[in-house]
């Protein structure tokens, strides 16, 4: 069983400007860049086809994961997530139950177009985690 845990950090539009940033001050290389307008079917939300679904990076060892979230609630300081990604997927299950107890469900835990499994949620710490497959 193969396991990371990665920060999710997300963007009121400016993501691939935070990444370019980033990139220059730590040396850093963009590792898979999707955009909305990549998505299968296309994108759906209005002014977001050239703004970043996902993108990902390794500064200093961690790996970030970057997007522009098209969330009216996006709140700068608040926009973060634990993103934990695992191979086995009675793993993913059992650790995704066992955030939601007591926490709130973003996401049902589901198959998506980008993994096998991928749900949100909210831990009853308030900390926000995406668990996926």
Known sequence: MT??????LTYSGNCKQAMDFYADIFKASFGRIMKYSDAP????????DDKIMFSEMEIGGLNLM???SPNEEHVAGN?????FSC????????IYDALKQGGEVVMELQ???FSELY???????GISWNIMM
């Open 66 to 68: 970057l997007c522009d």
């Open 79 to 83: 926009n973060f997530a634990l993103n």
């Open 87 to 94: 191979s086995n997927p009675d793993e993913v299950r059992r």
């Open 41 to 48: 079917g296309g994108n759906d939300i209005p002014g977001f």
């Open 119 to 125: 749900g949100m949620v909210t831990d009853k710490f």
């Open 3 to 8: 396991s990371n845990l990665s920060i999710f």
């Open 111 to 113: 198959k998506t177009f």
